[in-house]
C-alpha cells in the first residue's frame, strides 16, 4: 500500500494567494515503524511537468505525521515565491509595440501578449521514510522493498490572491476556488456572462492617447476552451457603428495557438485601450484623425463562436478646465494590471530634503592664503527631491467606488503617460514611472449614503530627482 493523499487542491488551476494544503498518511507504517517522516518533492515548470525530469525538481521537503498519524504539507510559501507579475511584453511568443520587437513595457503591447512570469505549473510526488527501530538507521525510499510514493495532479498556479470574504468550495476534503461558471467568478471565457481576469467595471474611460490591458484565462478550463480572436465595434456619439476589426489570437499577434501544457500561455493580456490600437490599427488611426469615434466595445470569442461579456471603452475629450490627466495602473487581486484615468484637478509639489556642510572661506593649504568669494559657509553637497501628485476623480459609480479598494491595497502603481512619437530605437522608460499611494484610508462611498462620489488620492514618485555633485 502506498502513501494515500487524504487532502488536496479541489481545482487544477489556482490562485497562489492561498492555502495550497495536502495531507498525507500511509497507517501501516505509521503505527508500526519509527522515525517515520512523509516526504514531498516539489516540482515547477513553464513547461509540461515531468516527473522524471531533475532540472524540474525545486526541492525536496519532509514533516512528521501529527497526532494523528497523518503528514500535512502548506505549499504556498514555496509556490509564490516563483511567480511574479508581468512588467514586460513577452519573449516566448514575440510580443511588438508599434510594430517593433524592442524591450517594451506590457501595458503598450499592440495586440497580444502570452505571460512570461505570472503563470506555472506545479505537482508534488509523495513518499515516505521511516526505520525499523527506535534505535535503527532511517530506511530511505530507495531502500526500501515496497514502492510508497504517489504522485499529485498537475496544476496550473498564477499569481492572483483570495480576499477572506472570496467562496471556497468544498467537497469532502478537499476546497479551493472555483474560476468559471455558475458558481465562480467566471473568468473561464466560455459562456456570454464570462470575463475578463479582473474585478474592473465592463464600462471604462480613456483619453485617445492612454495604454492599458484586458487580461485573460485562456485554453481553460480544458486545453480545446481557446479564446480564437477578440471582436472591436467603433461608434459615434449617435451610437452608430462606424467601424468592426477582429483580431485573431495566435502567435503571429503575440498569442499561442494552442495550449501544449505550457503554463505561459494561460494566461494573456489584450492592448485594449486607444493608445495601443493606435500602434498599429490603421482603421482607428483614421477615426482618430477623423475625430468621428465617441467609444468603442469588445469582446472575446472561443472556438465554438461563444461571445464573452462586452466591455465599453468610452473616450474621454479633455477636460474643459484644461487640468492635467494623470493615468494610473496598479496590480490587482489576479495578479494582472487595472487602469484608471483621474482627469480632475492635480496638484503637484516637491519635498526636498537637503544634506548641508560649513565650507572655509580659503585656501589653507596653499604657499598663500587667498580668498575666493564663492567659498565659505553653510552649502549643500546632496538634495534629494520628490515630487508628490494629489488626484481627484470625476464622479463615478459604485461599481468603480469598490473597485478603488484595489488600488489603496496594491502595492505595485504606476503612471502609465500617453501615446507619443518616438525615435527609432528608442528605450520606452519614458511611458511608465514608479510611483507609491501615500493615502492610506479608503471610505466606502454609496450612491445612497452619498448621492454623488469623488474621491481623491496622493501618490509620490519613487525615483528622486537627481543633483550635480559639488
Known sequence: MAVSIDQRPLYATLPIGQQIIFAVSHNTIVATKFKVKFIAKVYISQIPINLSNDLQLIGTFKTTPNNVGVGMFDFRPIL?????????GSTFSTTTYKATTEPHPI???????????????????FDIEYSDTATGSIIPPSEQTTTQEVNSLDYLMFNGVLQYDDILTLVQNDYGYYLGFPDGNNFFLDNAAAKFLTNSPATQYARI???????????????????QSIVLTYYNDAGGVIGTETVLQNT????????????????????????????????????????TISYYTLYATDSAGVASQIYTINILCPNLKGYEAIRLAWLNQWGTWDY?????????SVATKRTSYTQQSGTWNESTFKI??????KKNFRVNSTEKIKINTDFVSEAESVWFEELINSNEVYIINGYSTDITLTITNKYVEPVTLTT????KKTIANDRLMQYTFEIEKSKMQRTQAV
Not at 484565462?217 to 481557446?226: A, C, G, K, S, Y
Request: aromatic share 18%.
Open 252 to 291: 503571429l499577434t503575440g498569442g499561442a495557438s494552442f495550449a501544449g501544457g505550457y503554463s505561459y500561455t494561460r494566461l494573456m493580456y489584450f492592448g485594449a485601450f486607444p493608445a495601443n490600437l493606435r500602434n498599429w490599427s490603421t482603421t482607428f488611426q483614421a477615426l482618430v484623425a477623423a475625430d
Open 440 to 443: 492610506s484610508s479608503y471610505v
Open 372 to 377: 575666493s568669494g564663492y567659498k565659505g559657509g
Open 209 to 227: 492617447t492612454d495604454y492599458g490591458t484586458l487580461p485573460f484565462l485562456n485554453f481553460l478550463p480544458q486545453p480545446t476552451d481557446d479564446v
Open 340 to 348: 484608471y484615468t483621474f482627469n480632475m484637478k492635480s496638484t503637484r
Open 80 to 88: 509564490e515565491t516563483f511567480l511574479k507579475p508581468d512588467y514586460e
Open 107 to 125: 501595458h503598450l503591447i499592440d495586440k497580444y501578449s502570452v505571460s512570461d512570469n505570472s503563470t506555472r505549473n506545479f505537482a508534488v510526488k
